[in-house]
């Protein structure tokens, strides 16, 4: 059995590493961007997010002010676990007043701040069943001023391959500067409606630089990249040759009559950690 207590303190320090050290992927891929920026105001705000990065790690403080609203990705094998919600929830807790992490989780209507960043339905767990001895828990921090830029198109079968590259390559295009450039763009393709935009926010979790398996993904990841960087919006929309590290693509199948397409953009900072519990 997996106790609760067990599963708390894990969330608890995954929350707390996300928040502040960033994945060595993302920081290779700004050092990257960095080498072939020629534009000097793209080269110091690249300069400044490397040094913010270093900073976080050094004095061991959040990376960002906006610490996100906690997503969980869980996969769950053949074990016993206690309480999963409940040990899920009480680690955000515990993170929220510890690390401390800006408590950011509110009524829609009211407002009203729950002040320990869990609320109704938050935080969002994504449970996978999978066939293995382990329990995977992953912590992604989405911040808002690039969550507020998601996009999801309904499209037509007929829009085909070019409707979806049109359509992410606008939404992108559409945000400017406002979700902190450079970004990664993770693309849901297919399922519903809300399954597209899960699998965008999902698709976050892959390695910067890596591409889909599938070659006709890949290419299309990488199609959509380059004209996204062809933009020249550049690092925090002030010009420049990188506006986006990766782009990102995850499909699940879909109804004969539709085409979902979801954009789930991610700031700079491209933060998630994961870790896994055996049941001994």
Known sequence: ????????????????????????????????????????????????????????????????????????????????????????????????????????????????NTNINVGDYIPPIDIELIDEDYLEITILPKGFGSENNNALKMALPAEGIDGIKEFVVESVLKAKGKPCPPTVVGVGIGGTSDLCLKLGKKALLGKIGERNPDPEIAKLEEEILTEINNSGIGPMGL?????????????????????????CIQCWADRHATTRIYDN
């Not at 790690?57 to 919600?85: A, H, S």
């Not at 010009?239 to 954009?263: E, F, R, S």
Request: proline share 4%; charged share 30%.
């Open 1 to 112: 059995m997996i106790a609760k207590d067990v599963i708390k303190d894990t969330v608890y320090e995954l929350y707390k590493e996300a928040v502040i050290v960033l994945g060595d992927d993302v920081k290779k891929a700004l050092e990257d961007a960095l080498k072939i920026e020629e534009h000097e105001l793209a080269q110091l705000n690249i300069k400044a997010i490397l040094k913010n990065i270093e900073l976080a790690e050094e004095k061991q403080i959040p990376m960002c002010q906006d610490t996100g609203l906690p997503v969980v990705f869980v996969k769950l094998g053949n074990v016993e676990v206690e309480n999963l919600r409940e040990g899920i929830e009480e680690g955000i807790i515990k993170a929220t007043k510890e690390v401390p992490i800006r408590p950011n989780i509110v009524d829609p209507l009211t407002r009203e």
């Open 239 to 263: 010009g420049g040759k990188t506006t986006t590290l990766d782009v990102k693509i995850l499909k699940a199948h879909t109804h004969t009559a539709g085409l979902p397409v979801g954009v």
